[in-house]
């Protein structure tokens, strides 16, 4: 996601937003948020912790920001919203505002500026913290407060936090040197795995989006009905091995198989095959977080951008589905005609249905959690790793910009690719069956993988 929150202050108050229900009452919600701001702050501490302060302030790559960046700016955002939008009060730091303003100044300037030093970002982080929870304590969860209805302000700047994490997680992966993260594997399937490597979803309307998600973004907003036609959908993502078959198929020499800007990025960066892999010995080996490992088969592919996932469709005699039919697949249930939260039902997710929340440091291999499978039969929805799909990111009818239009609409357009599903990079707080990712069709160093389709 390319995006960071930012108000601006100058500006009129902000529309009212979505016309989302309550779910729950004041203060399940306020737990709710303090259980939410309180997991994003521990794993940010664990991203910055594990390193030195020289790497927390390295650019190990013009694509992302020195970590100490994304710390002070996750407090800057914090400070934005929760103590100046929400509680009224007067700036703490207004010199930095700019410095940490992601519109301003691109990543790979950002080595350049004046930045808070580590110790210096930490303190500030945790005094905004402490204030916020104050807030969060006091703070009326009311209906006329657009910011506050259902403790919206709360839940964006916690799934802030967790998306920069993630952002902070991929500059871990590459970042050189030993590994510094360590995690358990993720489970093997539990059975045998679909009964089909493709299941029919048959056409017909569907509910698409949502209008009573508490914390939803104004992307994933208003819910609306979609009429899609029928189509057959990959019961799990494209695997390392079945990439690796287009790969030594000559997938990356022949021009038949990519679009005309695909090609070009092919051939400038002499691409041979998804980033981190690389041939030695006769064996395909890739680089995960500071180790050096061969190439799992039966995992999910990874480190793929838009085009390669295209490509690979196009040589498979397939195509990568439209973000309709992704959420139709993942969301419809046929008996009841309704659309679920996620895949399984409404219940948020757990660790036996979904890889989320950097529990692991890897997707799942296709075919597991059979628990969070959707109502046909496909796994692997939610978490594991983002999936491409054909669509450019647009906004949904009836959309409006909240809390404003910088948010995610200066973004809608044919340059920006959706993605779906999320990774086991992200926080379950960031991750729906609504929940729109968008990312530039080059990048490559998003944990992005891709499952296929094809038309019934």
């Given amino acids: 996601m390319t995006h960071s929150p930012a108000p601006d202050t100058s500006r009129p108050a902000p529309s009212a937003g979505p016309d989302r229900t309550k779910p729950m009452d004041t203060e399940r919600l306020r737990e709710r948020a303090l259980a939410a701001l309180l997991a994003a702050r521990e794993r940010t501490t664990l991203l910055t912790d594990s390193v030195d302060d020289h790497e ?19 407090g800057n955002q914090e400070e934005l919203w929760l103590l100046r939008a929400v509680a009224g009060r007067e700036a703490m730091r207004p010199e930095i505002d700019g410095l940490y303003d992601a519109f301003q100044h691109p990543r790979a300037t950002r080595p350049s500026l004046p930045l808070l030093p580590p110790a210096e970002a930490r303190s500030y982080t945790a005094e905004v913290r402490d204030r916020a929870l104050d807030v969060l304590d006091g703070a009326v969860l009311r209906d006329d407060r657009p910011l506050l209805r259902s403790g919206f302000a709360f839940g964006m700047i916690a799934q802030h936090e967790q998306q920069h994490d993630e952002t902070m997680l991929i500059t871990h992966q590459l970042r050189s040197g030993p590994a510094v993260l360590t995690a358990p594997k993720p489970p093997a399937p539990t059975d045998a795995g679909p009964s089909s490597p493709e299941v029919l979803v048959e056409g017909g309307p569907f509910t698409m989006g949502t209008s009573t998600e508490p914390w939803a973004l104004d992307n994933e907003c208003p819910a609306h009905v979609r009429d899609v036609p029928a189509f057959f959908i990959d019961t799990t993502p494209v695997t390392c091995g079945a990439y690796l078959r287009f790969v030594e198929d000559g997938g990356y020499a022949q021009q038949r198989w990519w679009t005309p800007e695909g090609w070009t990025m092919v051939r400038e960066h002499e691409l041979t095959a998804p980033l981190f892999w690389y041939r030695d010995a006769g064996q395909w080996l ?21 085009y390669e996932a295209d490509a690979y469709a196009r040589w498979a005699g397939r195509r990568l589905p439209s973000e309709a039919e ?38 799942a291999p296709a075919g597991a959690y059979a628990a969070g499978q959707s109502a046909l039969g496909v796994r692997q929805l939610i978490g594991d790793v983002w999936e491409w799909t054909a669509s450019d990111f647009l906004p949904y009818p009836g959309f409006s910009a909240f809390p404003y239009r910088e948010y995610s609409e200066v973004f809608f357009g044919p340059a920006h690719k959706v993605l779906r599903g999320g990774s086991f990079a992200v926080d379950p707080v960031a991750c729906r069956g609504t929940f729109r990712n968008w990312d530039l069709p080059v990048r490559r160093q998003i944990f992005s993988g891709f499952r296929t389709a094809r038309d019934a």
């Fill in 56 to 74: 927390l302030t390295a650019q190990h790559s013009p694509l992302m920001s020195p970590l100490v960046w994304d710390l002070a700016h996750i």
């Fill in 326 to 363: 992704w959420e139709k697949a993942a969301r419809h249930d046929p008996a009841s005609g309704r659309s679920r939260r996620y895949p399984w039902g409404d219940e948020d997710p757990a660790p036996e249905r979904a890889n989320l929340g950097q529990r692991h440091l890897r997707p």
């Fill in 286 to 306: 890739r680089r995960r977080f500071g180790v050096t490992e061969p190439v799992p088969e039966r995992e999910p592919v990874l480190h793929v951008s838009w």
